[in-house]
């Protein structure tokens, strides 16, 4: 009994998990609409990663025991190969790492 309630939670939240505009941003945190609007809402992401998606951003909202967070934005197209990377900001500055070892800054090659 126990276990099929620790299921039936866990699915609840993974249902309330939403994809939304972020229509404001403030001190590090967004506010995003969805079939609600999420104010004020922090971000989540790995150790040493910060950001602050700009507004019109499509944004994942995520409920959490202590109100809900936003855990990304959707990717936007790009021409990266499966296993690539890319760090890039709303201005145009980009780093990305290559398949072949390679890293990009900007568009041109480091060596």
């Not at 699915?11 to 939403?18: D, V, W, Y």
């Not at 855990?71 to 690539?84: F, K, R």
Request: hydrophobic fraction near 35%; glycine fraction near 10%.
């Amino acid at each position: 009994m126990w276990l099929s309630k620790q299921i039936s939670n866990a699915c609840k939240l993974i249902k309330s998990t939403q994809i939304g505009e972020v229509t404001s941003t403030q001190d590090n945190t967004i506010t995003v609409q969805t079939s609600q609007e999420h104010r004020e809402i922090k971000g989540s992401a790995p150790f040493g990663v910060i950001s602050v998606p700009p507004t019109g951003a499509k944004a994942v909202v995520t409920p959490t025991e202590q109100g809900f967070i936003y855990t990304g934005v959707l990717n936007q197209a790009s021409d990266l190969e499966p296993g690539e990377l890319m760090l890039y900001s709303n201005g145009g500055a980009s780093i990305v790492l290559k398949n072949n070892g390679q890293v990009l800054i900007n568009g041109k090659v480091l060596e």
